[in-house]
């Protein structure tokens, strides 16, 4: 490191200054790795996440989880921390917020899906079945190794198998 230094100037050699000056650090690395993400992947996954948590509804139960803490909090400053879980998670007694978490839920619009055919119907139709048998038939010939040794009894007594 005392090699690289220049001027009293640390110098990165795996960064590039423009036009020479070093006493300001680029926004980009230059030299990073393929397997590095940028700060747009990085914007752009967080995005996706919170689209795809926000499309499934995590949103409310996120919010749920704030009311009850704050519930849990409240109640805990009144009681002991048996009755303050107990009031807090019964049902009862609902804060503003739980309310309005209730009511938004409700009012959420839902995707209507068109339900399934509860059972298949076909339609009748006059055929008839007819099986009709081979004409001749061949067997097959029991010469091979696999079938002689598939006909002769097994080995007594049975192999035993040693681990090393």
């Known amino acids: 490191m005392a090699g690289d230094r ?3 100037k ?28 940028t700060v747009m992947d990085r914007v752009r996954n967080t995005l996706l996440i919170l689209v795809l948590l926000a499309g499934t509804g995590a949103h ?22 048996a009755d303050a879980v107990s009031r807090t998670f019964d049902g009862q007694h609902p804060c503003s917020l739980c309310k309005v978490i209730a009511s938004a ?5 839902r995707l209507e899906f068109p339900q399934p055919l509860a059972r298949l119907e076909f ?14 038939s061949r067997l097959v010939p029991t010469t091979g190794e696999l079938v002689e040794s598939l006909s002769e009894p097994p080995p007594t007594p049975p192999p035993r198998t040693t681990c090393a």
Request: charge should be positive.
């Open 105 to 109: 839920k409700k009012s959420e619009k």
């Open 60 to 81: 409310w139960g996120a919010l749920q989880s704030v009311a009850w803490t704050r519930m849990l909090a409240e109640n805990l400053r009144t009681s002991s921390f």
């Open 6 to 8: 220049t001027r009293g």
């Open 10 to 37: 640390i110098a990165l050699a795996s960064w590039r200054f423009p036009l020479g000056r070093t006493n300001q650090m680029p926004l980009t690395r230059h030299d990073r790795s393929a397997s590095s993400p």
């Open 123 to 136: 339609p009748l139709t006059a055929q008839s079945l007819l099986l009709v048998a081979p004409t001749h």
